[in-house]
């Protein structure tokens, strides 16, 4: 499972893991079938109601500042 998934999960054990192990960035923005953008992982968990998993992801570094598109932040 990537990141998003387990953000959208709600599983912010499974999101400590992979960002103190270093293998995902809390800022990535992964391209969709289509190649949209579709956002980062605190964009799934915050609009999931995930907040143990949005408060992991803001201890290591997730920018709240980040749009979805050029026209919105998080």
Excluded: C, F, W
Aim: charged share 25%; aromatic share 2%; no cysteine.
């Amino acid at each position: 499972m990537s990141i998003h998934d387990h953000a959208k999960a709600g599983d912010a054990k499974e999101i400590e893991t992979l960002l103190e192990s270093g293998i995902v960035d809390a800022n990535h923005i992964p391209a969709g079938p289509d190649g949209a953008l579709h956002g980062t992982a605190l964009h799934v968990a915050a609009s999931n109601g995930r907040m143990p998993a949005v408060k992991v992801l803001l201890k290591y570094g997730a920018d709240v500042n980040i749009g979805r598109d050029e026209d919105q932040s998080s």
